[in-house]
């Protein structure tokens, strides 16, 4: 079992930098896999971004790549999102997974999350 708790969410400017922490509880969080994603209103869960237990390999999607960086603290049993240069269209509920054996960017492969933390992002 793996216990997910969020922080770090804002308002912000657009061009602003963010960053979101993911403390996790339990002693498997070393072996895990994680992954950010973010919904807005009406809309499904969006794949943000994913790291591997040992975070030797990162993911990301297309929207983000280059202003976000996922990285993690395996002794702080920690993952982190920092956001860089936002845009409005960032603006979401942000939500940290977690899974044993998956590091993709479908949400239902991670079963454990977060709380989800809100970015609004204004121009």
């Known amino acids: 079992q793996v216990q997910l708790v969020q922080s770090g969410g804002g308002l912000l400017q657009a061009g602003g930098s963010l960053r979101l922490s993911c403390a996790a509880s339990?002693?498997?969080?070393?072996?895990?896999?994680m992954a950010w994603f973010r919904q807005t209103p009406g809309k499904e869960r969006e794949f943000v971004a994913a790291i591997t237990w040992s975070g030797g390999s990162t993911y990301y999607a297309n929207s983000v790549k280059g202003r976000f960086t996922i990285s993690r603290d395996n002794a702080k049993n920690t993952v982190y999102l920092q956001m860089n240069s936002l845009k409005p269209e960032d603006t979401a509920l942000y939500y940290c997974?977690?899974?044993?054996?998956?590091?993709?960017?479908?949400?239902?492969?991670?079963?454990?999350w977060g709380q989800g933390t809100q970015v609004t992002v204004s121009s």
């Open positions: 339990g002693r498997t969080f070393s072996s895990s896999n």
């Open positions: 997974a977690a899974s044993a054996y998956y590091s993709g960017s479908t949400d239902s492969g991670y079963p454990y």
